[in-house]
């Protein structure tokens, strides 16, 4: 039989030619010699120079390792927030305290990199030196109490150290940048390098002079003055860093990936939110399976991350927006991410405040109904008392653990004293409770708080402790949600170029909305009274979420009204839908129709694709298309006939060794071949 595989003159065993073919392809490709990609050792930052604008840009979007070192940053802000609990204004100003130190920092490391940064030995050197500085405010940040008793005088020195060798690092970093623009002549960037490196070498210096003010024998409480130095003294270098960049334009950020790295940034930081979500979950339903409120607030601390994502990711800007406004853009990211992770640390604490007053009324209602109604005493007492506290599984925990002891000997003498809820023992609440019980009832409740992760002082009545704690997290979550509000609608008004519309118009008005009911919720605090009613009642975090999501949805109805309106006014568009980010083809026909529309938009856009440039026609035209097509009137017929395609003439030959020109560029042809 004859196969149609087989060729001819080949017996029927052999394998077909295609195969043969692959495998000729196969070991052609194997006889190749592969160049495998090495990082240089140093590059000139010049390199990385947008010649059209004059602006410093190496890349338009961030690297791995510049992702990679993010990640610390996360870590750090992890870890802090896991060993500190915000219970007291000690522990509020603390945390706001170490998120400044270590934001500040990553933000300069990121003020360099995406202006100077390329892959090179001594950048990946540097970025090591960098993870080394966080994994060193990382172990500040276990014992970071400044002004308190738990503060610890060897980690401040062991802060400020860190602090010295990141910014000597800063200064090295720039002093590289300083030699490269001198071999290249740069003259005009030789005094705002100096500046930079000036402020830095100052910020290293006023951080070393502060580690002999932290010995050992000295109270750590002693020196609450000398604490404001690291807050104040990175100020002044940011300020320094940002008004240089807005003063000399070419080291601005205009061409840089800077919008992408606030971006990426601000992802990993909602991110974080959702693993302090899980950790809520294991904490509140960990240990006696779903409960319908606790997952209800648990779906409302869901709902914020996602509305936060969309809020901000929704109107990110493309492109640049100003030079000046873009420095303010990135310097608000320091509010918003602190904002987003007071909102969403509240959040959880809301959540866990609202467990553990379930937990405690549950509690409450057993020893009534145990002493005042059912009047029990001895072992039947003790034995039903036992058994409701056994349901919080306090032994579990660590922190609740150091309770158990006391609850189990307060049972005990509480059983062993007669009639200690006899017919003559009445009341209403745990107030009532005779002594023995009320310390019962007290350690209980102590032990509960404790072992959701939020110390209370052993020492101390767990009730008037919890209800300020809970008042502290009801004034920074609304706090934390008016100041993200407010830096999202001046974020806003920052990006916009264009005429106000009337989504512009809704979006302030939906956003000033929430900031005035925020501020009246915040309000609220200054009468305990109410607060605490609006404590009982689980309605902090919805009301939160609805606000949010009526801000999304007024923004989604406003822009498709402003669309329609802006696509029938037939003035040039612009906009997602113009460059193509992202608009739907209903959108995306109506720009085109009128953004698109003419012989001259279409003329330009076929010289760009022509390899030749200018009005040259490729070879494979004809002589009379050619005419035609440089003229505009040139028409592309239905089928196209088989031309033979001519090799382009070959490029201009580049120098041996260009070298910089007087101003520090290699001077560009623009009559050289581009491909």
Same mark, same amino acid.
């Given at each position: 039989?004859?196969?149609?595989?087989?060729?001819?003159?080949? $017996?029927?065993? $052999?394998?077909?030619?295609?195969?043969?073919?692959?495998?000729?392809?196969?070991?052609?490709?194997?006889?190749?010699?592969?160049?495998?990609?090495?990082?240089?050792?140093?590059?000139?930052?010049?390199?990385?120079?947008?010649?059209?604008?004059?602006?410093?840009?190496?890349?338009?979007?961030?690297?791995?390792?510049?992702?990679?070192?993010?990640?610390?940053?996360?870590?750090?802000? %992890?870890?802090?927030?896991?060993?500190? $609990?915000?219970?007291?204004?000690?522990?509020?100003?603390?945390?706001?305290?170490?998120?400044?130190?270590?934001?500040?920092?990553?933000?300069?490391?990121?003020?360099?990199?995406?202006?100077?940064?390329?892959?090179?030995?001594?950048?990946?050197?540097?970025?090591?030196?960098?993870?080394?500085?966080?994994?060193?405010?990382?172990?500040?940040?276990?014992?970071?109490?400044?002004?308190?008793?738990?503060?610890?005088?060897?980690?401040?020195?062991?802060?400020?150290?860190?602090?010295?060798?990141?910014?000597?690092?800063?200064?090295?970093?720039?002093?590289?940048?300083?030699?490269? &623009?001198?071999?290249?002549?740069?003259?005009?960037?030789?005094?705002?390098?100096?500046?930079?490196?000036?402020?830095?070498?100052?910020?290293?210096?006023?951080?070393?002079?502060?580690?002999?003010?932290?010995?050992?024998?000295?109270?750590?409480?002693?020196?609450?003055?000398?604490?404001?130095?690291?807050?104040?003294?990175?100020?002044?270098?940011?300020?320094? &860093?940002?008004?240089?960049?807005?003063?000399?334009?070419?080291?601005?950020?205009?061409?840089?990936?800077?919008?992408?790295?606030?971006?990426?940034?601000?992802?990993?930081?909602?991110?974080?939110?959702?693993?302090?979500?899980?950790?809520?979950?294991?904490?509140?339903?960990?240990?006696?399976?779903?409960?319908?409120?606790?997952?209800?607030?648990?779906?409302?601390?869901?709902?914020?991350?996602?509305?936060?994502? =969309?809020?901000?990711?929704?109107?990110?800007?493309?492109?640049?927006?100003?030079?000046?406004?873009?420095?303010?853009?990135? &310097?608000?990211?320091?509010?918003?991410?602190?904002?987003?992770?007071?909102?969403?640390?509240?959040?959880?604490?809301?959540?866990?405040?609202?467990?553990?007053?379930?937990?405690?009324?549950?509690?409450?209602?057993?020893?009534?109904?145990?002493?005042?109604?059912?009047?029990?005493?001895?072992?039947?007492?003790?034995?039903?008392?036992?058994?409701?506290?056994? +349901?919080?599984?306090?032994?579990?925990?660590?922190?609740?653990?150091?309770?158990?002891?006391?609850?189990?000997?307060?049972?005990?003498?509480?059983?062993?004293?007669?009639?200690?809820?006899?017919?003559?023992?009445?009341?209403?609440?745990?107030?009532?409770?005779?002594?023995?019980?009320?310390?019962?009832?007290?350690?209980?409740?102590? %032990?509960?708080?404790?072992?959701?992760?939020?110390?209370?002082?052993?020492?101390?009545?767990?009730?008037?402790?919890?209800?300020?704690?809970?008042?502290?997290?009801?004034?920074?979550?609304?706090?934390?949600?008016?100041?993200?509000?407010?830096?999202?609608?001046?974020?806003?008004?920052?990006?916009?170029?264009?005429?106000?519309?009337?989504?512009?118009?809704?979006?302030?008005?939906?956003?000033?909305?929430?900031?005035?009911?925020?501020?009246?919720?915040?309000?609220?605090?200054?009468?305990?009274?109410?607060?605490?009613?609006?404590?009982?009642?689980?309605?902090?975090?919805?009301?939160?979420?609805? =606000?949010?999501?009526?801000?999304?949805?007024?923004?989604?109805?406003?822009?498709?009204?402003?669309?329609?309106?802006?696509?029938?006014?037939?003035?040039?568009?612009?906009?997602?839908?113009?460059?193509?980010?992202?608009?739907?083809?209903?959108?995306?026909?109506?720009?085109?129709?009128?953004?698109?529309?003419?012989?001259?938009?279409?003329?330009?856009?076929?010289?760009?694709?022509?390899?030749?440039?200018?009005?040259?026609?490729?070879?494979? +035209?004809?002589?009379?298309?050619?005419?035609?097509?440089?003229?505009?009137?040139?028409?592309?017929?239905?089928?196209?006939?088989?031309?033979?395609?001519?090799?382009?003439?070959?490029?201009?030959? +580049?120098?041996?060794?260009?070298?910089?020109?007087?101003?520090?560029?290699?001077?560009?042809?623009?009559?050289?071949?581009?491909?």
């Amino acid at each position: 039989m004859y196969d149609i595989n087989q060729a001819p003159g080949e $017996s029927r065993g $052999s394998p077909p030619l295609l195969g043969k073919k692959k495998n000729k392809s196969l070991d052609a490709e194997k006889s190749k010699r592969r160049i495998h990609r090495t990082a240089p050792w140093i590059k000139n930052p010049l390199q990385g120079v947008d010649k059209e604008h004059l602006v410093f840009a190496p890349r338009h979007e961030a690297s791995t390792l510049e992702l990679f070192f993010d990640l610390f940053f996360v870590a750090n802000l %992890a870890t802090f927030t896991t060993y500190h $609990s915000i219970v007291d204004h000690s522990s509020l100003f603390a945390y706001v305290g170490f998120f400044a130190i270590i934001w500040l920092t990553w933000f300069h490391v990121t003020l360099h990199d995406v202006r100077f940064a390329h892959d090179t030995v001594l950048e990946r050197v540097a970025k090591v030196l960098q993870m080394i500085c966080f994994v060193g405010f990382a172990l500040v940040g276990s014992a970071f109490a400044p002004g308190t008793d738990k503060g610890d005088n060897t980690n401040f020195r062991i802060l400020c150290y860190t602090l010295v060798l990141s910014r000597a690092l800063f200064a090295f970093q720039y002093i590289v940048v300083g030699i490269f &623009t001198a071999v290249a002549r740069r003259t005009d960037l030789f005094l705002p390098l100096a500046l930079n490196i000036a402020v830095y070498l100052a910020a290293a210096g006023a951080f070393a002079a502060m580690i002999p003010k932290f010995p050992d024998d000295a109270p750590v409480d002693s020196s609450n003055g000398i604490y404001s130095v690291w807050w104040v003294v990175m100020a002044l270098e940011s300020i320094a &860093t940002i008004a240089i960049s807005c003063c000399w334009r070419m080291l601005s950020f205009k061409k840089t990936h800077l919008i992408e790295r606030m971006g990426l940034l601000t992802l990993i930081v909602i991110g974080e939110g959702a693993i302090g979500v899980t950790k809520t979950i294991s904490r509140m339903m960990g240990k006696n399976g779903l409960d319908p409120e606790g997952s209800a607030m648990v779906l409302c601390i869901v709902l914020l991350l996602i509305g936060i994502w =969309m809020t901000y990711f929704d109107n990110h800007p493309h492109g640049h927006y100003g030079t000046i406004r873009q420095q303010i853009w990135s &310097t608000l990211h320091f509010p918003i991410h602190l904002a987003i992770v007071g909102l969403v640390e509240g959040a959880q604490q809301v959540a866990l405040a609202r467990y553990t007053a379930h937990g405690i009324v549950k509690l409450e209602s057993s020893f009534v109904k145990y002493c005042f109604k059912d009047h029990l005493d001895g072992s039947k007492l003790t034995d039903k008392l036992l058994e409701t506290i056994k +349901y919080f599984q306090l032994d579990k925990k660590i922190q609740s653990g150091i309770y158990v002891d006391e609850i189990t000997i307060g049972l005990w003498n509480a059983g062993n004293t007669t009639g200690v809820c006899g017919p003559s023992i009445v009341g209403n609440s745990f107030e009532d409770l005779p002594d023995s019980l009320y310390q019962v009832f007290l350690y209980s409740v102590a %032990a509960i708080y404790s072992s959701l992760g939020l110390a209370i002082p052993i020492d101390e009545d767990p009730i008037p402790v919890m209800f300020e704690s809970w008042k502290l997290i009801y004034r920074y979550f609304w706090s934390s949600f008016t100041i993200l509000v407010a830096c999202f609608l001046v974020c806003m008004m920052l990006i916009r170029r264009n005429k106000m519309d009337i989504f512009d118009w809704s979006a302030m008005f939906s956003r000033s909305t929430a900031i005035v009911i925020g501020c009246i919720l915040l309000a609220f605090s200054a009468k305990h009274d109410l607060i605490y009613q609006i404590l009982e009642e689980p309605i902090i975090l919805p009301l939160a979420v609805c =606000m949010l999501y009526v801000i999304l949805v007024l923004d989604r109805i406003s822009a498709w009204f402003a669309n329609r309106r802006n696509r029938k006014s037939g003035d040039p568009l612009t906009g997602v839908g113009a460059d193509g980010h992202g608009a739907d083809d209903e959108e995306q026909e109506a720009v085109t129709s009128v953004v698109g529309a003419g012989p001259a938009k279409t003329e330009e856009h076929r010289m760009s694709y022509n390899p030749l440039g200018g009005s040259v026609m490729p070879s494979y +035209y004809g002589a009379a298309d050619a005419t035609a097509y440089s003229s505009g009137a040139y028409v592309m017929p239905n089928s196209l006939p088989t031309y033979v395609y001519q090799q382009p003439a070959p490029p201009v030959a +580049y120098p041996a060794n260009p070298g910089y020109a007087s101003g520090g560029y290699l001077p560009v042809n623009n009559g050289q071949y581009p491909g």
